[in-house]
């Protein structure tokens, strides 16, 4: 490819205006400039320095210092540039190839580039280009930055063509002016043009894994709560459950190893048993951000999941899993049910309660005493839970920075230490319900979220990641149990930064970030781009038609005809009004309606002028009825006849559009002193 | 025409002019506007097309909303690059001010003037005649231009150079709008001077008719070798006598100082006869000798200078002219 593009310019131009000046060379470079600066930070650093060498030597060549580089140097050139392509991107086929490969063809194709033809040619390079910058950032930012790297395109473009000076301002302000044109037109291609799923399939973008894994050891999450950044956004269809009920099922953990809790098996179709009865059902819309794993998150009991490609799965545990890890920005919708209840007692098979009460051998023999201990004394399943809980919440403190366990890190924490996170609290919880006899697992997800009322959403920050227990209690199926609520209520009804201590609080955000003034504006920056997001970003075939049913009440062909029809309409209707309006509006001389002012001061004494009267009528008319105004209003005629009808003397034509500028002043000043009648 | 596809293309090309040549009759003034201006992308319009083809499909692909949007963006920019590259065009007003006469093979050149109402003026344009040299000029908004453009010319008569191409890709290459103006542009082409045996004034009023050429013996200049159609009385018979050959005598004296360039003196073709009167013309002006024109339907008094020049040259280039109607196609 490099090399097609490299010999495409050996052409000499035919003519002298196909050659390029230099002026248009200038131009040329800024625009390479402004268009693989965002792409730098994603590239092989060699690849901006190969640019800076192209744009060296062009600029060498201009001031006459260099020659044009033959054809050993061009060959070495590209050889030095595949060897490079090689090294960084060797074995891979995808994204960050093409656009290194694109890059690198982008660079030394300015090297020789002679004629308007090549100058063309890098400037289509350049706008798929200025696609790529979008690959790796969504942002609005970045938006805005491709519509003024696309301004700058369009100004060189231009000025390709230009033959006469003009400048740079003028340059930059025609070319955006195309911009301007084009903008509604892609506004509403954008609204009305049909979505296609993927043509076939690309290699994903390496996505950061940012989030929990698939394990939970002691520390894991406590880092997490010092990210703010975003996990996802939700919007509610209808109603919004309670605080205590956001609890945002990511992932469920159910093989411990005596030290972390693990994924046994994420598999499996989920059986829907047909006698369940679903109460409180609930619709939401999540929007989740790459975090770079198969996961997705719901509310307790999903019934339903759709995602435009139909991705998604509900597993055995009532999880959502996605075919493949979530590396873009992807948003779908689920219905949950709050509330089961069964007719018929659900049963745990035995290999299940085996699976679920499994506990490694000789691990936190403290533990496994008290617990069974507590099964001599003959308690319910139930009374052990409550046990358990009240023994947390008598003695334990929550805190973000716990003191580190060792080999029986459950034992520790439960006689020693007794301070730690959610993870500590949901893992030593499960283990004692365990070491009971009692089916228990982990599931980790996130708690709670911030309501954002400026967009009615949602937003749940990485901050936000929690771990509970669910346990099975005969009768009743799984259940929710959080024992961290048991030690710091507040955490789960007001976030984090609430159940957190003076020098938590510091680890996580600083003062300053705490200001009502910073917060105020973070709510407004996050629903910005929660709109950006839902209307922009994940703009789909269903977002479409939902938008296009409600502008035109339907997506009948007829119906969208009929609107872009109107459309056009008024658009055509907008550009002649642009064309005509100089000769719709009537211009009115000066001197005319400095009269008409004069008209307004009569007419409230009732004097009124008729249409088809003269001036000179009008003020002899006057003057019968009011002498006194004689030296005034003789004045005011004079001056008036003088303007209006006498050509201005050769010696007083000044470059103005007004024939006697003066006047003109001394006519305005002698109506504004006219006293009223 | 052995050619069939060029035939073809003759006949299209035929057809297509009549249909523009009926939506701006032949005028010498004429502006530009949506009935004679036409737009199509050029090759480069096509290759953006390309290019905004595969910003979409990397969109789709990646189920990017804002590659989309590029791709749909630059899909507006063609749109808009249409009605820009139109209006860049649009208000030319085009009038052909004059021509100046050539002799024929030479360039010809036409004077046209050019003013726009665009409030950006035009930039770029492109103006050929067909066969030509292109010029590019560019207009600011009402500030009349004149610009000269040559065209080539093969026979005398009045040269029509054909339908005058105007053209511009601006602003961005991506657009060609153009015209063909039915220009009621002409230039008067003289025959192309070409040596031949200098015309001899058959005698026409009642003096020399008849005179005995031999008597005015200082005016005798010379002899030279007998040609077909040399006057039967100037043979020098003396010297056919001799046996030294057929003369015939030459008598400058024959004529006065004046000149004269007789059609009916030469002995040749229509075309070439034209043209040798045209060359003893521009010789006699060198020289600074008066010389009359003597033609079947119009004679001119010998006479002097530029004007005198140029009328003749123009009675030449009239003369016995085929049917207007042909200069046309």
């Avoid at chain 1, 950044?229 to 605080?243: E, G, T």
């Avoid at chain 2, 961005?172 to 002409?186: E, K, P, T, V, Y």
Wanted: positive net charge.
């Amino acid at each position: 490819m490099i090399a097609r593009i490299w010999q495409r310019g050996s052409k000499v131009p035919a003519t002298r205006t196909e050659y390029l000046v230099r002026d248009k060379l200038v131009w040329l470079l800024i625009m390479q400039a402004v268009l693989i600066l965002p792409l730098i930070f994603n590239l092989p650093v060699w690849l901006s320095l190969v640019w800076a060498f192209a744009a060296c030597w062009r600029v060498q060549m201009f001031r006459a210092r260099w020659g044009a580089p033959g054809k050993l140097t061009k060959t070495l050139l590209t050889c030095a540039c595949a060897l490079g392509m090689y090294a960084s991107y060797a074995g891979q086929s995808g994204t960050e190839t093409m656009i290194g490969l694109l890059v690198c063809a982008f660079s030394l194709k300015l090297i020789e580039v002679n004629s308007i033809r090549d100058a063309q040619l890098l400037i289509l390079i350049g706008f798929i280009i200025c696609s790529t910058q979008l690959l790796f950032s969504q942002s609005p930012q970045m938006a805005a930055y491709c519509l003024i790297s696309v301004a700058q395109l369009l100004a060189s473009w231009r000025s390709l063509y230009l033959t006469r000076a003009q400048t740079t301002g003028a340059r930059l302000k025609r070319g955006s002016a195309i911009l301007l044109h084009a903008l509604p037109i892609m506004l509403v291609l954008f609204v009305v043009i049909p979505r296609l799923g993927p043509l076939w399939a690309t290699p994903n973008q390496q996505a950061a894994k940012t989030g929990f894994s698939d394990s939970l050891a002691p520390g894991d999450l406590g880092n997490l709560a010092l990210n703010p950044a975003p996990a996802f956004r939700v919007s509610f269809n209808d109603k919004v459950p309670s605080v205590c009920q956001l609890y945002w099922r990511g992932l469920v953990l159910d093989n411990f190893d005596g030290r972390s809790w693990r994924m046994r098996d994420p598999w499996g179709g989920r059986t829907i048993d047909s006698n369940e009865i679903k109460r409180d059902l609930i619709t939401y819309n999540i929007i989740v951000e790459p975090h770079g794993q198969p996961w997705l998150f719901s509310l307790m009991t999903p019934q339903q999941a759709q995602t435009p490609s139909s991705t998604v799965r509900i597993t055995t545990d009532s999880l959502l899993m996605n075919r493949i890890p979530v590396a873009q920005r992807m948003s779908y919708e689920v219905t949950s049910a709050l509330q089961i209840e069964w007719p018929e007692m659900p049963q745990l098979s035995k290999p299940q309660r085996d699976n679920f009460t499994r506990l490694p051998k000789g691990s936190n023999p403290q533990t496994r005493e008290m617990a069974q201990n507590w099964q001599r004394q003959q308690l319910s399943d139930q009374q052990i839970v409550e046990r358990a809980l009240a023994l947390f919440n008598r003695e334990f403190s929550y805190t973000l920075q716990p003191p580190t366990l060792g080999q029986h890190s459950v034992d520790e924490f439960l006689f020693q230490t007794k301070r730690g996170f959610c993870e500590h609290f949901a893992s030593s919880f499960s283990f004692l319900l365990r070491a009971a006899g009692i089916p228990a697992r982990v599931v980790v997800g996130y708690q709670g979220g911030k309501w954002n009322p400026l967009e009615n959403y949602l937003l749940v920050r990485q901050s936000d990641a929690h771990a509970w227990t669910e346990v099975w209690i005969e009768g009743k199926g799984w259940q929710m149990i959080d024992p961290t609520a048991a030690v710091a209520p507040n955490r789960i009804e007001q976030g984090i930064n609430e159940a957190l201590s003076e020098s938590d609080l510091k680890l996580v955000s600083s003062a300053w970030e705490n200001s009502p003034l910073f917060l105020q504006l973070q709510i407004r920056w996050d629903a910005a781009t929660y709109v950006w997001q839902r209307w922009v970003l994940n703009y789909d075939t269903e977002t479409q038609d939902g938008l296009l049913s409600r502008l035109l009440g339907g997506t009948e062909p007829w119906r969208l005809t009929l609107g872009l029809i109107a459309l056009g309409l008024v658009g055509a209707a907008l550009f002649a009004w642009l064309l005509l309006r100089n000769q719709l509006i009537h211009v009115v001389r000066p001197e005319v309606r400095a009269i008409q002012k004069l008209e307004q001061k009569l007419a409230q004494s009732g004097h009124r002028r008729p249409p088809g009267e003269t001036l000179g009528n009008f003020i002899q008319r006057l003057l019968s009825t009011h002498p006194e105004y004689r030296q005034a209003l003789e004045v005011i005629h004079q001056l008036f006849v003088k303007i209006a009808y006498e050509p201005p003397l050769a010696t007083q034509v000044h470059h103005t559009d007004k024939p006697h500028p003066d006047e003109l002043k001394q006519l305005e000043r002698a109506i504004k002193n006219f006293p009223k009648v | 025409m052995n050619n069939p596809r060029s035939a073809w293309r003759i006949a299209w090309e035929t057809r297509f002019y009549r249909w523009v040549d009926t939506r701006t009759p032949r005028a010498r003034s004429i502006t530009l506007n949506r009935k004679n201006l036409y737009t199509f992308p050029n090759l480069t319009g096509l290759m953006f097309l390309l290019v905004t083809l595969i910003i979409w499909m990397l969109g789709t692909n990646y189920q990017n909303n804002l590659i989309l949007a590029l791709a749909y963006l630059m899909m507006s920019i063609f749109v808009v690059a249409i009605l820009h590259a139109f209006a860049n065009l649009a208000g030319i007003r085009v009038t052909f001010i004059g021509a100046k006469p050539a002799f024929a093979g030479e360039p010809t050149c036409f004077e046209l003037e050019l003013t726009t109402t665009h409030k950006q003026g035009c930039d770029h344009l492109e103006l050929r005649w067909p066969g030509g040299d292109t010029r590019v000029v560019t207009l600011n908004a009402n500030e009349p231009t004149r610009i000269t453009l040559y065209a080539n010319s093969s026979e005398r008569g009045y040269l029509w150079p054909g339908r005058l191409l105007l053209q511009s890709t601006f602003p961005l290459g991506i657009i060609r709008c153009w015209s063909w103006l039915n220009l009621d542009a002409q230039a008067l082409i003289y025959p192309a001077p070409v040596a031949c045996e200098e015309p001899q004034h058959q005698a026409t009023d009642g003096n020399e008719e008849g005179g005995n050429p031999q008597s005015g013996g200082d005016d005798f200049s010379g002899l030279r070798t007998y040609q077909a159609g040399d006057p039967i009385k100037h043979i020098a018979w003396k010297q056919y006598a001799q046996e030294k050959g057929l003369f015939t005598k030459e008598y400058e004296a024959y004529f006065s100082a004046e000149k004269w360039l007789d059609w009916q003196s030469l002995n040749q073709p229509q075309e070439l006869r034209l043209a040798g009167l045209c060359f003893w013309a521009l010789h006699y002006e060198l020289r600074q000798i008066p010389y009359g024109l003597a033609m079947p339907d119009t004679q001119l008094a010998p006479a002097l200078g530029d004007h005198h020049l140029n009328a003749v040259l123009k009675v030449l280039a009239e003369f016995n002219l085929p049917r207007a109607g042909n200069q046309q196609q």
